[in-house]
Every structure is written in C-alpha cells, then in structure tokens.
C-alpha cells in the first residue's frame, strides 16, 4: 500500500484510464468519484500540454488533500489519461502530510502483546486489544516478518505488522474505535436497575470514576416519567444500569493499549465494582434493605456537583475565549500523538480541541468528524471567533483547529509537526464550529 505522505512526494504518473462515468486510477486500484463534467480543485490551472489535444477542458484529481495535473491524451484518440502532481514547495507538501498516514488498529481476537524489541524474545510491556489504535513510529524488517514500532496511549514497543490494520482506508472507520464514558462529578452516585428513581440500587460509583456507556456510539439518554434522564453504563463486567446523566459528564477516548500496571489497576477497579454490586444483592435480599454490618447499604446519593468549571471565572465570552487560546498556546512544540489523551504529554487535532475545551467545563466529541457535526453550532467563517473550531478535510472531516483571531489556527498538526500555529488555510475548510455562545 502506498501511503498518502510518500505519494505527495512522488513525482512519478499513474496511469488513468477513461470509463464513460469517470476515470479510473488502474495502477492504484483506486476509483475517483465519476467526471460527468470538467471539474476544478484548490484553483491550479492546467495548460494543453499533451500533442494532439485541443479541447478546451481542465479535469483535476484530489488525493487527500493534495491536486494532481490531469495530461491529455499523448495522441488524438488515445484513451488514456495520466495525472501528476504540480511542483510545490516543500512546506507546501509537508502540509499535506496526513495525519492518518502512520494510524493503525490492532485486530485480534483478544489481544496481542507489546514488546520491548522486534521480536518473541523481548520482554512484555504491554498489551493491546482488539480495536486499539496506534501510531506507527517505523517498521523493522526480521527474519521473522516485518514489525511495526509503535505508541499507543502509554505504551510504546513493537508488534508484529500483521496484526494491524493501518493506512487511509481508516479515515472514514474512525468512529468504530471510540469509546463513550460516563465519568462521575458527584463523591457519591446510585446505579440503578432501571431508568427510575424509585428503582433499586444495585452499586454505586465514586467521584472521578469512569463507567463505559453500554450503547457506545448510539447512547441517547432514556427520559423517566418524572422527566428526569438516565444512562445505561456497565457497572461490571456482565452487568447493566443506570446513571442520572445530570452528575455525570460524557467522555470519549479510542482504544488504547494498556500497560502491565494499567491492566493490573484496571483489574483491581472491576473487583472493587463487582464487591459492590455483590453487596447491593446482599442487600437486596434483607426484608429492612440493610444487611447487617453494610456500612454502604443506607448511604444517600450526594446530589450537589462539586465541579467548577474554568469557564465560570470569567465575566464575557469575550474574555473567556481569550483564555481558551492562551490555554492552548502553552502546548504549542508539543508532540503529536494519535489517539493521545495527553495535551503534555501528546495528543491528535481532534483530542487538541476537545482537550482545551474540557479544561473549560466543555464536552466535545473525541473525533473531526464529530466536532464538525456536533460540537456547539455551525457558523460562517466571515463571523468566526477566537476559540472556534475550524474543520478541514474534503467531502469528510478530517482535521481541526483551534481559531487564534489574525487568520491563525493552533492546532497538533500531524507527527511530523505536532502542535504549532498555522494559516488558517493551510488546508480545505469545511466549516466551522461556535462552542461558546
């Protein structure tokens, strides 16, 4: 597979051959969206510079952002076409460098192992399960097959090639490897057996704590008949309830290797959840509700949230939107890292933004494309502010950045980069998102 990033850099053609709804990309395997008509991309023009064309037409081909000559036919008649790319500086091509070049996700039946070198001899630091995203920090090739050297939330070592799945092909898939949490702001809060007040306790979850939304992606929250509404989550391993979503906050992360001690805690946590909800069964089982020596069992639900957000310290939007950008600013030069949940320690575009933000009291999707749909409102660029989210990409979002004022953007560019400034037309917008007012 060629990647996107070592494409831009190729000065080589690839053939293209002329169907009567589109053209074809032959050699590549790739189909481009069909040509019923001339087309024009990011404004180059093209010259008749093949022998024998004389049509007065200029069709142009996208590739992740970057926009490829079309060359007529070499001789009249000549179906064929080939397209190459325009001469560009190299910061212009470094631009184009996608930051989903070097993405991967493990597929496995369970998971597979994390080593300290490039081969079954070296040491386990970690595991990574079936739909954990990483990012490729280079390959090497053994006797043994090629392996990828990768970073994935904590946890850096190597892992055999063959257990990814890697490349461009991802981009449009990335929403399958999210996760949806409910973490709790309050120090004490009841799961409950259904959606209901006056439904039974069957354990509870303590401030800080991050129980896994049971629906995922299509986690809508269930109104009660006192209007109150509800979240089912996992409280343990095999078990389902239900959370008031007032003192809860919705948290979205991918998939992530975990490292030996990260496993071993998070092995501790569901014993610790799985203790509770065998005493609430205890509990359930006294006629009074209460078994003897349960110190939990008549403990009320602490319903005021404790949480202040930063965004309550400021007087104007206008100010806080200030604070939003000097926020991010001291992140710049940091490194980017896909799927980090880190803004020292590295993150990707859209952890960026969502990142900043929740330091504010805002929850934001975990993905592009998901900010672009969901995050505050849609608003023209001729209206944007500080602090708004600029969405790029072509046909889907792919990228986001955090709008500076000055024409500017701040955002974790791609691992080349990581986080800098930018214009903010370094690339194809698509929008852009008001999360403020």
């Given at each position: 597979m ?14 293209l051959?002329?169907?009567?709804s589109?053209l ?35 069709d ?10 079309v060359?007529?036919?070499?001789e ?16 212009a ?11 991967a ?67 449009s ?10 973490v ?11 959606a209901?007040?006056?439904s ?20 809508a929250?269930?109104v009660?008949?006192?209007?109150m ?50 005493e ?6 006294n ?7 349960n110190v ?16 309550d ?21 940091t490194?980017?890292v ?51 989210i600029?969405?790029?990409g ?34 194809n ?9």
């Open positions: 060629i990647k996107i990033s070592e494409f831009i850099k190729d000065k080589r053609f690839i053939k051959a002329a169907c009567v589109g074809v990309l032959a050699s590549a395997g790739v189909v481009f969206a069909a040509f019923n008509s001339p087309k024009y991309v990011s404004g180059y023009k093209a010259s008749d510079n093949a022998a024998g064309h004389s049509e007065d037409m200029t142009k081909a996208a590739w992740s952002g970057g926009v490829y000559d060359m007529f036919p070499k009249a008649g000549d179906e064929d076409y080939y397209i190459s790319k325009p001469d560009k500086s190299d910061e091509a470094e631009d184009e460098y996608s930051e989903y070049a070097n993405l996700v493990a597929q496995v039946d369970n998971y597979v192992n994390v080593r300290a070198g490039a081969g079954t001899d070296f040491e386990i630091v970690g595991k990574m399960y079936d739909g954990s995203v990483a990012e490729i920090i280079d390959s090497v090739d053994t006797d043994d097959g090629l392996w990828f050297h990768v970073e994935s939330g904590s946890v850096t070592g190597y892992i055999k090639a063959e257990y990814f799945v890697y490349g461009e092909e991802l981009i898939d990335i929403e399958k490897y999210i996760k949806r949490y409910a709790v702001q309050v120090s004490l809060l009841n799961i409950r057996s259904e209901d007040i006056a039974d306790r069957v354990s509870y979850a303590t401030s800080g704590e991050k129980l896994l939304l049971a629906d995922g992606a299509d986690a929250p269930i009660s008949a006192d209007g509404n509800w979240l089912r989550v996992n409280y343990s391993e095999d078990n389902t309830g239900y959370v008031a979503e007032e003192y809860v906050f919705v948290e979205e992360e991918y998939i992530s290797a975990k490292s030996i001690e990260e496993e071993q805690a998070e092995i501790q946590a569901r014993r610790e959840q799985e203790e509770r909800a065998r609430e069964r205890l509990n359930a089982q006629a009074n509700g209460v078994a003897e020596g939990n069992a008549d403990k009320a639900e602490d319903t005021t949230v404790t949480v202040v957000t930063a965004a310290n400021y007087s104007t939007n206008s100010e806080l939107r200030s604070a939003i950008i000097d926020y991010a600013l001291q992140y710049v030069g490194r980017y896909h799927g980090g949940q880190s803004l020292s320690g590295g993150t990707d575009c859209s952890g960026f933004t969502c990142y900043v933000y929740r330091e504010f009291g805002y929850s934001l999707s975990r993905t592009p494309s998901g900010q672009y749909s969901s995050a505050g409102r849609s608003v023209s660029l001729d209206s944007i502010q500080p602090g708004d600029i969405c790029y072509s046909g889907s979002c792919t990228h986001v950045g955090l709008y500076m004022g000055g024409g500017q953007i701040v955002h974790e560019a791609n691992a080349k980069k990581g986080c800098i400034v930018s214009d903010i037309s370094f690339m917008i698509l929008g852009a998102r008001n999360v403020i007012d």
